[in-house]
């Protein structure tokens, strides 16, 4: 008994002690010049309480109370390292803009496991810009009107005409994502091979907020195995193009990019690790804004009528069922006003981490080599400062001249932009176009917004349907 004392006494005093030199460290001279801040308990910094503010109705108080502390760039210590936390909109700017020069990606291993070596999240330099380049063109607004319009159309339509009397719209929302990003970098139309693919990549997502142990029951160890069934269909998928396209059969979608290159293509490895971060990126974003995007418009009634008008004038100068073009998207500038509020109040990606690759100056204070940077989009978005009544619903206010850039960046910025942007724009606007002009629908039961470990409904916001009389 005295003996476990005395090995608890000396461990505790262990952890003061390196608390007090972590302090030291902290406040030494070479670091006299990083933001003011606290870097909270022992190794766990304030980790806790950051995860504890998201796992509540309202995360906004942690951000809230140390930037009226110490004001909008601040020193924390967060999920096992010393972090510099800007709420700052310039400061954001500058971290994204700097990427590759002053500041670098940085992601746990447990996540590259997951994506694999190949993917655009991981790449860096020269590779990572060139393949950042050619994703951007397979969704700007050429590609889309010319080639993607027509199957976002028709696949969205086809997927609402298959909804029960009641649905769980998230569900819903991520079979329509899922099957549009397969179409557009495959060429594979929704049927019993996607949706096995699919169920399979729900498990890797999973992974992702899942603690990496090894043992074979956990989430993490199902998301890897997973990951490994999803490479092998990607791989078989990849290896019978090569075959087609040593026959002649040319098929322009991404997977025919990247077997072309600029160079005689990549690796079935490489392809592999690239598609599957793509299906991830555009799985799980483009659905979760669908989804809010029918919540915030069914919680004001003003906006849905106005937006329903708008459609309803556009369908009435189309045959019941004839798809919509270019122009019919491009005249939908309320909609666009719904699109751009859903993402700045539903803020799915909530910030970026970076690391510091030298020391960094800005605004007076030093980002020490080494350290994490952490560019809060969430916290300029909810700014009252920023915006009028920034934690309302109110897609009026896009009406009025923009705001500045560096206060509006739902998709990121700088050389990591994300490159699916504008065809994720184009998703949302022709999926509530369809579900205003073709359903009618009330929640089934209240449902609330959940922020950890992402931005959701809790419970995947189910809704009663009723079909109005359109065919």
């Known amino acids: 008994m ?86 700052d909109p310039e400061t954001n700017r500058f971290i994204l803009q700097n990427e590759g020069k002053l500041f ?34 397979f969704g700007n607004s050429s590609i889309i009107k010319d080639h993607l319009l027509v ?78 069934k999803v490479a092998e269909a990607l791989s078989l998928v990849v290896r019978k193009r090569r075959e087609e396209r040593e026959r002649g059969e040319i098929k322009k979608d991404m997977l025919g990019a990247l077997l072309e290159g600029d160079d005689g293509g990549f690796s079935d490895e490489e392809i592999v690790d690239f598609l599957l971060a793509l299906l991830v990126a555009g799985y799980e974003t483009t659905s979760t804004i669908m989804t809010l995007s029918v919540k915030f418009l069914t919680e004001t009634p003003l906006a849905l009528a106005q937006l329903k008008e708008e459609h309803e004038q556009i ?26 509020e859903t993402l700045r109040v539903a803020n799915i990606i909530g910030g970026v981490f970076r690391r510091a690759i030298n020391d960094v100056n800005i605004k ?4 020490p080599k080494g350290w994490k940077v952490f560019a809060s989009l969430r916290a300029v978005h909810l700014n009252q400062d920023h915006f009028k009544d920034a934690r309302t619903f109110c897609p009026w206010r896009w009406q009025a001249p923009t705001s500045p850039g560096s206060l509006y960046m739902p998709f990121g910025g700088g050389p990591r932009l994300c490159p699916g942007y504008e065809l994720a724009r184009v998703q949302l606007s022709v999926f509530l176009h369809h579900l205003v002009t073709r359903i009618s629908w009330v929640p089934a039961e209240e449902d609330r917004l959940v922020f950890f470990p992402t931005t959701r409904t809790q419970k995947r916001y189910p809704i009663i349907v009723h079909r109005r009389n359109v065919s």
């Open 151 to 228: 199957d976002i159309d028709r696949l969205i339509r086809l997927r609402l005409d298959s909804w029960s009397d009641r649905v769980f719209l998230m569900e819903e929302a991520k079979k329509i994502t899922f099957e549009l990003a397969v179409k557009q970098l495959m060429s594979y139309d929704p049927g019993e091979w996607t949706e096995s693919l699919r169920k399979q990549y729900v498990l890797v997502i999973e992974g992702f907020f899942a603690v990496p142990l090894p043992f074979f029951f956990t989430t993490y160890h199902r998301a890897i195995k997973a990951r490994g």
């Open 104 to 137: 670098e990606s940085s992601y746990p291993s447990s996540i590259s496991n997951l994506l694999g070596k190949h993917s655009l999240l991981l790449m860096r330099g020269n590779l990572h810009k060139r393949m950042h380049s050619l994703t951007m063109s």
């Open 315 to 340: 369908r009435a100068r189309k045959g019941e069922s004839e798809a919509l073009n270019w122009s019919d998207y491009k005249s939908m500038p309320f909609t666009q006003c719904v699109v751009n």
């Open 2 to 87: 005295d003996s476990a004392l005395s090995f608890l006494i000396l461990s505790l005093s262990t952890i003061l002690a390196l608390f007090l030199l972590r302090a030291t460290v902290f406040f030494s001279r070479r670091w006299r010049h990083l933001p003011p801040g606290n870097l909270g308990l022992p190794v766990v910094g304030e980790t806790l309480q950051l995860i504890s503010a998201y796992k509540s109705p309202n995360p906004e108080p942690f951000i809230d109370e140390r930037v009226n502390r110490f004001g909008p760039v601040f020193t924390t210590h967060l999920f096992g390292e010393p972090t510099v936390f800007s709420a």
């Open 364 to 367: 007076g204070y030093t980002i």
